[in-house]
């Protein structure tokens, strides 16, 4: 089955860049959606088709595709973006939904 | 306003059974492929199961085939996954999720706000 990689967590200071992959194989070939999902809480979707962003999604969020590597990118990080950030895609072969482990963002 | 909203969740004894509802409204709901995803306390998402827009197309996730059914009453607006044989690792908060658009490969928006489901003696 197809495996997506997350690093455990990111840590940035406020107003700086953030920056979460999202390793598969030939990921690049495939459409990547992101999740924002704050403790106690059910997951947001911030990221959807590598780079589209939902209304309501601050500008602040991007994401980019290529190779084997997504990329969630945050820019001008605030307190309110600490969260769990989920990659996901849907494998073909199996034609199942599949998470990545998740990253957790810690604003310093 | 989209809303999802599940319930049936619940401590239940392994090899029990439970059934998950989830009420939709503020959309056509008959027009959505929906899914439902959990997450065990303390770890990650996994998606669990998808159904097409008019029931007739399921699929799962190995960890449940032959264990958990999914379904929906679209005249009811409400998803359900009827879940037999449970054990200790199905353990989790279950999500509903809608599709975002018409198709069954579409991300998940929006979610539900979970319910818990404990199996356990």
């Known amino acids: 089955s197809y495996v997506l990689t997350q690093p455990p967590s990111v840590s940035v200071a406020p107003g700086k860049t953030a920056r979460i992959t999202c390793g598969g194989n030939n990921i690049g070939s495939k459409s990547v959606h992101w999740y924002q999902q704050k403790p106690g809480q059910a997951p947001v979707l911030v990221i959807y088709y590598d780079s589209d962003r939902p209304s309501g999604i601050p500008e602040r969020f991007s994401g980019s595709n290529s190779g084997n590597t997504a990329t969630l990118t945050i820019s001008r990080v605030e307190a309110g973006d600490e969260a769990d950030y989920y990659c996901?895609?849907?494998?073909?072969?199996?034609?199942?939904?599949?998470f990545g482990g998740g990253t957790q963002l810690t604003v310093l | 306003e989209v809303q999802l909203v599940e319930s049936g969740g619940g401590l239940v004894q392994p090899g029990g059974s439970l059934r998950l509802s989830c009420a939709a409204s503020g959309f056509t709901f008959s027009s959505y492929w929906m899914h439902w995803v959990r997450q065990a306390p303390g770890k990650g998402l996994v998606w669990v199961s998808r159904?097409?827009?008019?029931?007739?197309?399921?699929s799962y996730a190995d960890s449940v085939k032959g264990r958990f059914t999914i379904s929906r009453d679209n005249a009811k607006n409400t998803l359900y996954l009827q879940m037999n044989s449970l054990r200790a690792e199905d353990t989790a908060v279950y999500y509903c999720a809608r599709g975002l658009y018409s198709s069954g490969r579409d991300p998940f928006d929006p979610w539900g706000q979970g319910t818990l489901v404990t199996v356990s003696s």
């Open positions: 996901q895609v849907w494998d073909s072969s199996s034609d199942h939904a599949v």
């Open positions: 159904i097409n827009s008019d029931g007739s197309s399921t």
